[in-house]
């Protein structure tokens, strides 16, 4: 089956189709739910001409491509150029993906070509492209609960926010898990009095975007004689 990119991009991962997915609703992961599974399906297609940022450090590539029939090995070649007389990589690689890490902003070329057990190469692949632009805008972060100066009546707290898809967000200096659709929320164990909380959105690019929230927690010895004195 034929997958492309231009259709896979008609999701806008909004959530409205949470309520009638039955793998959902029973497993409540949003991995199972249908923006989950496309945007795992987003992760194994190579899209032709994909752009990549990087701001602090060079962007890694992963280039990757549909099995040859009867293949042994494959060879990949990158280039600066469309004719491919600037080649940065040649290798041979055993097996679907090749990591390539690029240097400078530009478009690079690449194409890739199958080799059987009696070393019989086939013809190239059409010639695909990759993106790598400068980007040094940090990635959205907005945490949505709890509010500021919250005052929590339990030691626990779900502290839950949104950020761009495919960022990583770490709360406390702890990684949390970040949906397709770049909501995340992680649990919080508070101590007596007031807690601070920090939120840290890193994108593909490396830019970060940080938060904080003070929570404060006045104990359950407090909060039993408060309510005792009522």
Do not use: H
Not at 116 to 137: I, L, M
Not at 152 to 181: C, F, H, I, M, Y
Not at 189 to 194: A, C, Q, W
């Amino acid at each position: 089956m034929s997958i492309r990119a231009e259709e896979l991009s008609t999701c806008i991962s909004c959530g409205l189709c949470l309520n009638d997915c039955p793998t959902y609703r029973i497993l409540g992961d949003e991995a199972d739910s249908p923006r989950g599974r496309i945007a795992l399906i987003r992760t194994l297609v190579g899209s032709d001409g994909a752009t990549y940022g990087f701001a602090r450090r060079a962007p890694r590539v992963e280039l990757k491509w549909r099995p040859a029939e009867r293949a042994r090995s494959y060879r990949v070649v990158v280039s600066a150029d469309r004719s491919f007389r600037s080649i940065f990589a040649d290798e041979r690689v055993d097996g679907t993906a090749f990591p390539v890490r690029v240097q400078q902003p530009g478009t690079y070329y690449w194409r890739v070509r199958a080799q059987d057990a009696d070393g019989f190469a086939g013809p190239y692949s059409a010639v695909r492209s990759v993106k790598a632009v400068y980007d040094d805008t940090p990635p959205p972060l907005a945490i949505l609960s709890p509010p500021e100066m919250f005052v929590s009546p339990s030691p626990g707290v779900e502290l839950k926010g949104r950020t761009e898809r495919d960022a990583r967000v770490r709360v406390n200096g702890q990684k949390a898990a970040v949906g397709p659709d770049g909501s995340f929320s992680f649990s919080i164990t508070l101590k007596e009095g007031v807690n601070l909380v920090t939120v840290e959105a890193i994108d593909a690019a490396g830019n970060s975007e940080y938060g904080k929230r003070l929570i404060t927690y006045k104990g359950s010895k407090r909060a039993t004689a408060s309510l005792s004195g009522n």
